[in-house]
Protein backbone atom coordinates (compact mmCIF):
# COMPACT_ATOMS: atom_id res chain seq x y z
CA UNK A 1 0.00 0.00 0.00
CA UNK A 2 1.16 3.35 -0.60
CA UNK A 3 2.08 5.72 1.47
CA UNK A 4 -0.61 8.16 0.59
CA UNK A 5 -3.95 6.49 -0.61
CA UNK A 6 -7.04 8.48 -2.12
CA UNK A 7 -10.21 7.61 -0.14
CA UNK A 8 -13.21 9.74 -1.43
CA UNK A 9 -13.00 13.23 -1.23
CA UNK A 10 -9.99 13.27 1.07
CA UNK A 11 -6.46 12.03 1.22
CA UNK A 12 -5.37 9.65 3.78
CA UNK A 13 -2.02 9.32 4.82
CA UNK A 14 0.42 6.19 6.48
CA UNK A 15 2.11 7.26 9.90
CA UNK A 16 5.29 7.64 8.58
CA UNK A 17 3.98 10.26 5.76
CA UNK A 18 2.35 12.49 8.07
CA UNK A 19 4.94 12.48 10.67
CA UNK A 20 7.17 13.68 7.65
CA UNK A 21 4.72 16.03 6.65
CA UNK A 22 4.21 17.85 9.81
CA UNK A 23 8.15 17.87 10.47
CA UNK A 24 8.56 19.28 7.48
CA UNK A 25 5.81 21.74 8.11
CA UNK A 26 7.75 23.23 10.91
CA UNK A 27 9.61 27.07 11.49
CA UNK A 28 12.46 25.35 12.46
CA UNK A 29 14.28 25.43 15.34
CA UNK A 30 11.31 23.63 17.32
CA UNK A 31 10.49 21.84 20.55
CA UNK A 32 7.73 19.53 19.95
CA UNK A 33 5.80 18.31 23.27
CA UNK A 34 3.49 15.02 22.45
CA UNK A 35 0.78 14.76 24.55
CA UNK A 36 0.68 10.82 25.15
CA UNK A 37 -1.68 9.11 26.91
CA UNK A 38 -0.58 5.34 26.00
CA UNK A 39 -3.38 4.55 23.37
CA UNK A 40 -2.21 3.97 20.23
CA UNK A 41 -2.79 6.82 18.30
CA UNK A 42 -0.74 8.55 21.01
CA UNK A 43 1.98 6.30 21.10
CA UNK A 44 1.74 6.02 17.23
CA UNK A 45 2.38 9.47 17.00
CA UNK A 46 4.97 9.45 19.35
CA UNK A 47 6.79 6.85 17.47
CA UNK A 48 6.24 7.84 14.04
CA UNK A 49 8.27 11.45 15.34
CA UNK A 50 10.74 10.10 17.15
CA UNK A 51 11.78 7.48 14.23
CA UNK A 52 11.60 10.43 11.55
CA UNK A 53 13.62 12.41 13.54
CA UNK A 54 16.19 9.96 13.78
CA UNK A 55 16.35 9.50 10.45
CA UNK A 56 17.08 13.55 10.00
CA UNK A 57 20.55 14.48 10.78
CA UNK A 58 20.80 17.78 12.46
CA UNK A 59 17.27 18.70 12.23
CA UNK A 60 16.95 20.87 15.24
CA UNK A 61 14.08 19.37 16.41
CA UNK A 62 14.13 18.42 19.91
CA UNK A 63 11.26 16.00 21.07
CA UNK A 64 9.89 15.82 24.47
CA UNK A 65 6.51 14.06 26.01
CA UNK A 66 3.69 14.48 28.49
CA UNK A 67 0.74 12.57 29.93
CA UNK A 68 -1.85 13.80 31.88
CA UNK A 69 -3.42 11.73 34.60
CA UNK A 70 -6.47 12.95 35.09
CA UNK A 71 -7.11 11.09 38.19
CA UNK A 72 -10.89 9.69 37.19
CA UNK A 73 -9.91 5.93 36.96
CA UNK A 74 -8.21 3.87 39.97
CA UNK A 75 -5.25 2.67 37.35
CA UNK A 76 -4.38 6.19 35.85
CA UNK A 77 -1.53 6.51 37.75
CA UNK A 78 -0.37 3.34 37.11
CA UNK A 79 -0.49 3.63 33.45
CA UNK A 80 1.15 7.10 33.32
CA UNK A 81 3.85 5.35 34.81
CA UNK A 82 4.08 2.87 31.90
CA UNK A 83 4.02 5.65 29.25
CA UNK A 84 6.85 6.62 31.48
CA UNK A 85 8.49 3.81 31.28
CA UNK A 86 7.92 3.47 27.16
CA UNK A 87 9.34 6.81 26.79
CA UNK A 88 12.42 6.12 28.57
CA UNK A 89 12.59 3.09 26.30
CA UNK A 90 13.20 5.88 23.17
CA UNK A 91 15.22 7.88 24.67
CA UNK A 92 12.39 10.84 24.95
CA UNK A 93 11.88 13.14 28.07
CA UNK A 94 8.74 12.48 29.32
CA UNK A 95 6.58 14.37 32.24
CA UNK A 96 3.57 13.41 34.19
CA UNK A 97 0.92 16.06 35.48
CA UNK A 98 -1.91 15.07 37.58
CA UNK A 99 -5.58 17.01 37.38
CA UNK A 100 -5.78 18.04 40.71
CA UNK A 101 -9.08 19.52 42.58
CA UNK A 102 -12.57 18.67 42.53
CA UNK A 103 -13.77 17.32 39.50
CA UNK A 104 -17.64 18.47 38.00
CA UNK A 105 -20.34 15.83 38.37
CA UNK A 106 -21.48 17.36 34.86
CA UNK A 107 -19.59 18.35 31.71
CA UNK A 108 -16.72 16.16 32.56
CA UNK A 109 -15.05 15.10 29.30
CA UNK A 110 -15.13 19.11 28.54
CA UNK A 111 -13.50 19.70 32.12
CA UNK A 112 -11.09 17.14 31.69
CA UNK A 113 -10.01 18.49 28.04
CA UNK A 114 -10.03 22.13 29.11
CA UNK A 115 -7.58 20.67 32.14
CA UNK A 116 -5.57 18.94 29.80
CA UNK A 117 -5.02 21.76 27.87
CA UNK A 118 -4.24 24.02 30.61
CA UNK A 119 -1.51 21.33 32.27
CA UNK A 120 0.15 20.61 28.83
CA UNK A 121 0.77 24.29 28.22
CA UNK A 122 2.51 24.65 31.48
CA UNK A 123 4.48 22.08 30.50
CA UNK A 124 5.48 23.54 27.40
CA UNK A 125 6.38 26.79 28.92
CA UNK A 126 8.65 25.12 31.66
CA UNK A 127 10.57 23.27 28.79
CA UNK A 128 10.51 25.43 26.39
CA UNK A 129 8.60 23.67 24.19
CA UNK A 130 6.92 25.69 21.63
CA UNK A 131 4.26 22.92 19.75
CA UNK A 132 2.28 20.54 21.55
CA UNK A 133 0.93 17.79 19.38
CA UNK A 134 -2.24 15.97 19.88
CA UNK A 135 -3.08 12.16 18.37
CA UNK A 136 -6.36 13.67 17.04
CA UNK A 137 -7.02 11.08 14.10
CA UNK A 138 -9.68 11.30 10.63
CA UNK A 139 -11.90 8.41 13.11
CA UNK A 140 -12.06 11.78 15.06
CA UNK A 141 -12.55 13.83 12.58
CA UNK A 142 -15.71 11.90 11.25
CA UNK A 143 -16.95 11.59 15.20
CA UNK A 144 -17.12 15.24 15.55
CA UNK A 145 -18.61 16.07 12.45
CA UNK A 146 -21.41 13.69 13.23
CA UNK A 147 -21.87 14.76 16.18
CA UNK A 148 -21.64 18.93 15.11
CA UNK A 149 -23.89 18.01 12.20
CA UNK A 150 -26.37 16.66 14.41
CA UNK A 151 -26.74 19.50 16.39
CA UNK A 152 -25.85 22.13 13.30
CA UNK A 153 -27.49 22.47 10.22
CA UNK A 154 -25.54 22.02 6.91
CA UNK A 155 -25.66 25.48 5.81
CA UNK A 156 -24.65 27.12 9.60
CA UNK A 157 -21.16 28.57 9.36
CA UNK A 158 -18.44 25.85 11.13
CA UNK A 159 -21.01 22.92 10.66
CA UNK A 160 -18.70 21.22 8.14
CA UNK A 161 -14.74 21.76 8.85
CA UNK A 162 -14.82 19.49 12.34
CA UNK A 163 -11.29 19.42 14.18
CA UNK A 164 -9.05 22.00 13.27
CA UNK A 165 -5.45 21.15 11.75
CA UNK A 166 -4.06 23.63 14.24
CA UNK A 167 -5.97 26.00 17.25
CA UNK A 168 -4.08 28.33 19.58
CA UNK A 169 -4.51 27.54 23.19
CA UNK A 170 -5.28 30.77 25.96
CA UNK A 171 -3.23 33.04 23.52
CA UNK A 172 -0.04 31.01 24.91
CA UNK A 173 1.09 27.58 22.19
CA UNK A 174 -0.42 26.46 19.09
CA UNK A 175 -1.77 22.70 19.48
CA UNK A 176 -0.91 20.93 16.16
CA UNK A 177 -3.08 17.77 15.29
CA UNK A 178 -0.06 15.97 12.35
CA UNK A 179 -2.79 12.81 12.69
CA UNK A 180 -5.97 14.05 11.23
CA UNK A 181 -5.49 12.40 7.87
CA UNK A 182 -4.55 9.27 9.37
CA UNK A 183 -6.75 6.34 10.03
CA UNK A 184 -6.70 4.53 13.49
CA UNK A 185 -6.45 1.21 12.19
CA UNK A 186 -3.40 2.34 10.04
CA UNK A 187 -1.51 3.88 13.27
CA UNK A 188 -2.32 0.32 15.32
CA UNK A 189 -1.01 -1.76 12.22
CA UNK A 190 2.46 0.25 12.30
CA UNK A 191 2.63 -0.24 16.14
CA UNK A 192 2.10 -3.83 15.33
CA UNK A 193 4.75 -4.23 12.68
CA UNK A 194 7.41 -2.50 15.10
CA UNK A 195 5.91 -5.12 17.80
CA UNK A 196 4.73 -2.41 20.18
CA UNK A 197 1.52 -2.65 22.04
CA UNK A 198 -0.57 0.36 23.57
CA UNK A 199 -3.06 0.68 26.60
CA UNK A 200 -7.15 0.82 26.14
CA UNK A 201 -9.00 3.39 28.29
CA UNK A 202 -12.48 1.30 29.44
CA UNK A 203 -13.81 4.87 29.14
CA UNK A 204 -14.04 4.46 25.31
CA UNK A 205 -16.11 1.87 25.50
CA UNK A 206 -18.72 4.03 27.69
CA UNK A 207 -21.95 4.62 26.03
CA UNK A 208 -22.68 7.50 28.29
CA UNK A 209 -20.44 9.40 26.54
CA UNK A 210 -22.13 10.85 22.86
CA UNK A 211 -18.68 10.28 21.55
CA UNK A 212 -18.63 6.85 21.93
CA UNK A 213 -22.37 6.67 21.02
CA UNK A 214 -21.46 8.21 17.78
CA UNK A 215 -18.45 5.92 17.48
CA UNK A 216 -20.39 2.94 17.34
CA UNK A 217 -23.15 4.51 15.27
CA UNK A 218 -20.35 5.01 12.69
CA UNK A 219 -18.53 1.41 12.77
CA UNK A 220 -21.96 0.43 11.01
CA UNK A 221 -21.81 3.27 8.39
CA UNK A 222 -19.36 3.46 5.25
CA UNK A 223 -15.76 4.83 5.12
CA UNK A 224 -16.72 8.43 4.47
CA UNK A 225 -14.06 10.97 5.54
CA UNK A 226 -14.15 14.82 6.24
CA UNK A 227 -14.09 17.42 2.69
CA UNK A 228 -10.51 19.29 2.83
CA UNK A 229 -12.12 21.79 0.98
CA UNK A 230 -14.92 22.57 4.00
CA UNK A 231 -11.54 24.03 5.59
CA UNK A 232 -10.45 25.84 2.99
CA UNK A 233 -13.39 27.57 2.12
CA UNK A 234 -13.75 28.56 6.22
CA UNK A 235 -10.07 29.96 5.97
CA UNK A 236 -11.42 31.78 3.03
CA UNK A 237 -14.25 33.55 4.82
CA UNK A 238 -12.36 34.74 7.92
CA UNK A 239 -9.72 36.01 5.37
CA UNK A 240 -13.17 37.93 3.20
CA UNK A 241 -14.39 38.91 6.78
CA UNK A 242 -11.03 40.22 7.93
CA UNK A 243 -11.17 42.67 5.17
CA UNK A 244 -14.70 43.46 5.62
CA UNK A 245 -14.18 44.43 9.35
CA UNK A 246 -10.47 46.39 7.97
CA UNK A 247 -12.68 48.64 5.52
CA UNK A 248 -16.29 48.64 7.35
CA UNK A 249 -15.50 48.88 10.93
CA UNK A 250 -14.45 51.17 14.21
CA UNK A 251 -14.21 50.10 17.77
CA UNK A 252 -14.46 52.35 20.58
CA UNK A 253 -13.42 51.80 24.24
CA UNK A 254 -14.13 47.87 23.19
CA UNK A 255 -17.42 48.57 23.83
CA UNK A 256 -18.49 50.42 20.95
CA UNK A 257 -18.98 48.81 17.12
CA UNK A 258 -19.69 51.08 14.14
CA UNK A 259 -20.27 49.42 11.30
CA UNK A 260 -20.79 51.76 8.33
CA UNK A 261 -23.78 51.54 5.72
CA UNK A 262 -21.68 50.44 2.79
CA UNK A 263 -20.35 47.26 4.66
CA UNK A 264 -24.01 45.79 4.88
CA UNK A 265 -24.12 45.77 1.18
CA UNK A 266 -21.06 42.80 1.20
CA UNK A 267 -21.66 39.16 0.99
CA UNK A 268 -24.19 37.74 3.11
CA UNK A 269 -22.05 34.70 4.23
CA UNK A 270 -19.35 37.54 5.10
CA UNK A 271 -21.69 39.93 7.28
CA UNK A 272 -23.32 36.47 8.82
CA UNK A 273 -19.46 35.37 10.35
CA UNK A 274 -18.39 38.38 10.79
CA UNK A 275 -21.66 39.57 13.01
CA UNK A 276 -21.70 36.67 14.73
CA UNK A 277 -18.41 36.58 16.18
CA UNK A 278 -18.70 40.23 17.19
CA UNK A 279 -21.86 39.56 18.49
CA UNK A 280 -19.56 36.66 20.40
CA UNK A 281 -17.01 39.68 21.47
CA UNK A 282 -19.39 42.18 22.57
CA UNK A 283 -21.75 39.82 24.41
CA UNK A 284 -18.68 38.18 25.88
CA UNK A 285 -19.59 34.75 24.71
CA UNK A 286 -17.83 31.87 23.47
CA UNK A 287 -20.00 31.42 20.41
CA UNK A 288 -22.37 34.14 18.11
CA UNK A 289 -25.94 33.55 18.47
CA UNK A 290 -27.75 30.72 17.36
CA UNK A 291 -28.31 30.37 13.48
CA UNK A 292 -31.99 31.36 13.75
CA UNK A 293 -31.50 34.22 15.73
CA UNK A 294 -28.77 35.31 13.29
CA UNK A 295 -31.43 35.05 10.72
CA UNK A 296 -33.59 37.30 12.34
CA UNK A 297 -30.82 40.02 12.39
CA UNK A 298 -29.66 39.71 8.94
CA UNK A 299 -33.32 40.04 7.81
CA UNK A 300 -33.84 43.02 10.43
CA UNK A 301 -30.93 44.72 8.82
CA UNK A 302 -31.98 43.77 5.45
CA UNK A 303 -35.23 45.60 5.65
CA UNK A 304 -33.21 48.80 5.87
CA UNK A 305 -35.40 50.57 8.62
CA UNK A 306 -33.65 52.21 11.47
CA UNK A 307 -34.36 50.20 14.96
CA UNK A 308 -32.89 48.21 17.46
CA UNK A 309 -32.61 44.03 17.59
CA UNK A 310 -31.17 42.73 20.39
CA UNK A 311 -29.41 39.04 20.15
CA UNK A 312 -26.66 36.91 22.29
CA UNK A 313 -26.49 39.93 24.95
CA UNK A 314 -25.63 42.38 21.91
CA UNK A 315 -27.97 45.51 20.87
CA UNK A 316 -28.11 45.77 16.89
CA UNK A 317 -28.92 49.18 16.49
CA UNK A 318 -29.23 50.59 12.64
CA UNK A 319 -29.38 54.03 12.12
CA UNK A 320 -29.42 55.61 8.76
CA UNK A 321 -25.26 56.21 8.74
CA UNK A 322 -24.72 52.36 9.87
CA UNK A 323 -24.89 49.57 12.78
CA UNK A 324 -23.64 49.90 15.73
CA UNK A 325 -23.04 46.97 18.50
CA UNK A 326 -22.68 47.08 22.18
CA UNK A 327 -23.52 45.30 25.35
CA UNK A 328 -27.19 45.10 26.36
CA UNK A 329 -27.05 46.86 30.05
CA UNK A 330 -28.55 44.21 32.08
CA UNK A 331 -27.43 40.72 33.64
CA UNK A 332 -23.64 41.59 34.15
CA UNK A 333 -22.48 40.26 37.10
CA UNK A 334 -19.90 41.38 39.44
CA UNK A 335 -16.58 39.78 39.90
CA UNK A 336 -14.84 40.24 43.08
CA UNK A 337 -11.16 39.86 42.70
CA UNK A 338 -8.28 39.33 45.42
CA UNK A 339 -5.08 41.10 45.35
CA UNK A 340 -2.64 40.09 43.00
CA UNK A 341 -6.03 38.02 41.13
CA UNK A 342 -6.37 37.93 37.30
CA UNK A 343 -10.03 37.58 36.22
CA UNK A 344 -12.24 38.19 33.14
CA UNK A 345 -15.83 40.29 33.41
CA UNK A 346 -18.62 40.05 31.98
CA UNK A 347 -16.45 37.61 29.39
CA UNK A 348 -15.59 41.01 27.85
CA UNK A 349 -12.79 42.15 29.68
CA UNK A 350 -9.46 40.75 31.48
CA UNK A 351 -9.53 42.23 34.68
CA UNK A 352 -5.74 42.42 36.84
CA UNK A 353 -5.83 43.49 40.20
CA UNK A 354 -2.12 45.22 40.82
CA UNK A 355 -3.47 46.57 44.28
CA UNK A 356 -2.96 45.45 47.68
CA UNK A 357 -7.00 44.89 48.30
CA UNK A 358 -9.64 43.36 47.08
CA UNK A 359 -11.68 44.98 44.41
CA UNK A 360 -15.21 44.36 42.87
CA UNK A 361 -15.85 45.12 38.79
CA UNK A 362 -19.56 45.93 37.83
CA UNK A 363 -21.41 47.64 35.19
CA UNK A 364 -20.68 51.73 35.52
CA UNK A 365 -24.44 52.15 34.16
CA UNK A 366 -25.74 55.38 34.86
CA UNK A 367 -22.13 56.97 36.50
CA UNK A 368 -20.41 55.98 33.39
CA UNK A 369 -17.90 58.49 32.44
CA UNK A 370 -16.13 57.36 29.27
CA UNK A 371 -15.68 59.73 26.73
CA UNK A 372 -16.29 58.82 22.93
CA UNK A 373 -16.35 60.88 20.01
CA UNK A 374 -18.74 63.64 19.66
CA UNK A 375 -20.35 62.44 16.57
CA UNK A 376 -21.57 59.16 18.10
CA UNK A 377 -25.30 59.03 18.35
CA UNK A 378 -25.80 59.60 22.17
CA UNK A 379 -27.95 56.83 22.71
CA UNK A 380 -25.76 54.51 21.58
CA UNK A 381 -23.00 55.94 23.51
CA UNK A 382 -24.85 56.05 27.08
CA UNK A 383 -25.73 52.31 26.70
CA UNK A 384 -22.00 51.20 25.42
CA UNK A 385 -20.56 53.95 28.53
CA UNK A 386 -23.57 51.87 30.88
CA UNK A 387 -21.68 48.55 30.03
CA UNK A 388 -18.16 49.64 30.76
CA UNK A 389 -16.65 48.14 34.11
CA UNK A 390 -16.32 50.29 37.64
CA UNK A 391 -13.43 49.27 39.98
CA UNK A 392 -14.62 49.62 43.27
CA UNK A 393 -11.78 49.29 46.16
CA UNK A 394 -12.97 47.51 49.36
CA UNK A 395 -10.82 49.18 51.57
CA UNK A 396 -11.28 52.96 51.83
CA UNK A 397 -8.95 55.03 50.75
CA UNK A 398 -7.00 52.32 49.30
CA UNK A 399 -5.75 53.01 45.69
CA UNK A 400 -7.07 51.48 43.11
CA UNK A 401 -4.32 50.25 40.80
CA UNK A 402 -5.68 47.63 37.68
CA UNK A 403 -4.84 46.81 34.32
CA UNK A 404 -8.20 46.75 32.03
CA UNK A 405 -7.96 45.00 28.29
CA UNK A 406 -10.27 43.71 26.07
CA UNK A 407 -11.12 40.00 26.41
CA UNK A 408 -12.09 38.12 23.11
CA UNK A 409 -14.24 35.33 24.29
CA UNK A 410 -14.62 33.44 20.95
CA UNK A 411 -10.56 33.31 20.41
CA UNK A 412 -8.80 33.98 23.48
CA UNK A 413 -9.03 30.81 25.20
CA UNK A 414 -9.60 28.78 21.98
CA UNK A 415 -8.13 30.03 18.41
CA UNK A 416 -9.03 27.84 15.24
CA UNK A 417 -6.65 28.62 12.35
CA UNK A 418 -9.66 28.03 10.20
CA UNK A 419 -10.47 31.60 11.98
CA UNK A 420 -6.78 33.08 12.39
CA UNK A 421 -7.19 36.03 10.08
CA UNK A 422 -10.00 37.35 11.23
CA UNK A 423 -9.52 37.01 15.15
CA UNK A 424 -5.86 39.05 14.14
CA UNK A 425 -8.24 41.81 12.35
CA UNK A 426 -10.83 42.08 15.72
CA UNK A 427 -7.69 41.60 17.89
CA UNK A 428 -6.26 45.25 16.34
CA UNK A 429 -9.90 46.97 16.57
CA UNK A 430 -10.05 46.61 20.18
CA UNK A 431 -6.70 47.42 21.32
CA UNK A 432 -5.13 44.00 21.94
CA UNK A 433 -1.68 42.78 20.86
CA UNK A 434 -1.74 40.70 17.55
CA UNK A 435 -2.06 36.59 18.45
CA UNK A 436 1.00 34.44 18.11
CA UNK A 437 1.42 33.17 14.49
CA UNK A 438 0.89 29.15 14.04
CA UNK A 439 4.16 27.12 13.76
CA UNK A 440 3.72 26.05 10.34
Known amino acids: MSADAANGAATVQMPE ?13 AHILVAISGGSDSTGLLVALAEHLKSLPNSDVTLSAATIDHGLRAESAGEAREVAAFCA ?28 YGLLADIAAEISANVIVTAHTIDDQRETLAMRTARLSEDEAGADTGIAEA ?9 VRPFL ?36 HLSQEPALFPRPEAGAARAALSDAAAAW ?7 HAGALCTISCKALAADEAVIAYALSYLAAVFGGEPYGPGRERMR ?40 VLAAGAVGVWDGRFRIVNCGASAIRVEAAGPTGTMEFPDELPKGAVQRARAALPKVIVGDEGTTVSVTITPY ?31 PL
Open 245 to 251: LRDYVTV
Open 89 to 116: SLGIAHVIRRWEGEKPTNGIMAAAREAR
Open 296 to 335: RILDFIGESRPGRRTAGGVVFDLRRDGLYLMRESRDIRPL
Open 167 to 175: MLFDRRIWI
Open 181 to 216: TCRRADIRAYLGARGMSWLDDPSNEDVRYERVRTRK
Open 17 to 29: AAAADFVYSLFKP
Open 408 to 438: LAPFDRFLTRFNFTFANRLATCLGREPYMPP
